[in-house]
């Protein structure tokens, strides 16, 4: 993805911003970096970032329901995740609807490659790729990421071929704008309407 279509997704990289967490890779060595700002400007013109607002939760956990081959409970016990035995996607029924939302690309990734090849659900790399693809699509609707994102993504780089950095890193990010997508189009929002308003210009 070249940085003119990845510029289509409101994703504008800007030297010294932060706050919005995204994958990053530095010396072919990949970290969660926090480098986007939702107050930062374009010119006199706010970031075009769609927030999902908190009464828009539950649908948005809705949306990408409809992505997921397995199907999502709510539980008090047991796993949380994707759960083999259960063949579902197990929340605990007091988690906050944003850290669901957080999660749930991840869980529907692993959920996924499940499907096609069974046991690949406990695979680090799956699982590291999945927790990436989380993190992406927190950064497109500026979304605090999973608790665990930077501990389940440390060491990624030791599973990817040498060279294959940049090959990788773009195929998250394709999945994760995919997922995003259908988010975004289910909630009917409108780039650059819901990022807070600014005055001034940086």
């Known amino acids: 993805m070249t940085a003119k279509d990845w510029d289509k997704f409101g994703r504008r990289v800007n030297?010294?911003?932060?706050?919005?967490?995204?994958l990053v890779r530095v010396n072919g060595y990949y970290n969660v970096g926090s480098i986007f700002d939702v107050s930062m400007t374009y010119g006199n013109k706010p970031y075009p970032i769609p927030e999902i607002k908190p009464e828009q939760m539950d649908?948005?956990?809705?949306?990408?329901?409809r992505l997921s081959p397995v199907n999502i409970i709510f539980q008090n016990e047991g796993v949380v995740g994707y759960d083999a035995e259960q063949h579902a996607i197990v929340f605990p029924t007091a988690m906050p609807q944003r850290e669901v939302l957080a999660?749930?690309?991840?869980?529907?990734?692993?959920?996924?490659?499940?499907?096609?090849?069974?046991?690949?659900?406990q695979a680090p790399y799956l699982r590291k790729t999945a927790m990436a693809v989380s993190v992406e699509f927190c950064g497109r609707f500026s979304l605090p990421m999973p608790d665990t994102a930077a501990?389940?993504?440390?060491?990624?780089?030791?599973?990817i071929?040498?060279?294959?950095?940049?090959?990788?890193l773009e195929e998250i990010r394709e999945l994760s704008v995919t997922i995003g997508d259908t988010v975004e189009k289910g909630l009917g929002l409108q780039r650059g309407q819901s990022a807070p308003q600014r005055d001034e210009a940086r």
């Open 15 to 22: 030297k010294g911003a932060k706050g919005i967490p995204q």
């Open 59 to 65: 649908k948005a956990i809705k949306e990408l329901e």
């Open 103 to 121: 999660r749930l690309p991840a869980e529907i990734v692993i959920a996924t490659a499940e499907q096609h090849t069974p046991g690949i659900s």
């Open 151 to 159: 501990a389940t993504l440390d060491g990624m780089d030791t599973h």
């Open 161 to 168: 071929p040498p060279g294959e950095e940049r090959k990788t």
